[in-house]
């Protein structure tokens, strides 16, 4: 019971659309990150702002993803990601922007 008002806090706070196909990056930034990464930074397709974070690692922006970073919270607010989703969505970033 405790649970499952839990999830329905989760859910209605972060808007949650459960069964997200696992690891489509595109799905999961449009859904989950585009909203912050369309206006700030580093933002998407911004190849200046993403270099010298690209150089750092898929793996290490992601682990910096995953904790939270500056004014990013943990996994962009959405506890629900898995780390595969937030990877791939990570990488769809890397990929619109070099
Ligand atoms: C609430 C707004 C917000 C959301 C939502 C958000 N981000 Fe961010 N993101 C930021 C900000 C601000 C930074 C810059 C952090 C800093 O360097 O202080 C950042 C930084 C990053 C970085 C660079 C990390 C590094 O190594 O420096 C990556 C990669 C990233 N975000 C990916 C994502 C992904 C993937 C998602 C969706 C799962 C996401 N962000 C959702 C605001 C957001």
């Not at 209605?12 to 909203?35: E, L, P």
């Not at 937030?86 to 990929?95: I, L, N, P, S």
Request: glycine letters at 10%; proline letters at 3%; hydrophobic letters at 45%.
């Amino acid at each position: 019971m405790r649970l499952s008002i839990l999830g329905c806090a989760v859910a209605s706070v972060f808007i949650v659309a459960t069964g997200a196909q696992a690891a489509d990056g595109k799905a999961v930034y449009d859904k989950d990150c585009a909203g912050c990464h369309k206006m700030m930074a580093p933002k998407t397709g911004d190849k200046a702002a993403w270099a010298p974070l690209i150089k750092t690692g898929v793996d290490a922006m992601t682990a910096n993803v995953i904790k939270g970073k500056g004014m990013m919270p943990a996994r962009g607010g959405h506890a629900d990601l898995s780390d595969a989703d937030t990877k791939a969505a990570v990488e769809y970033m890397v990929d619109q922007s070099k």
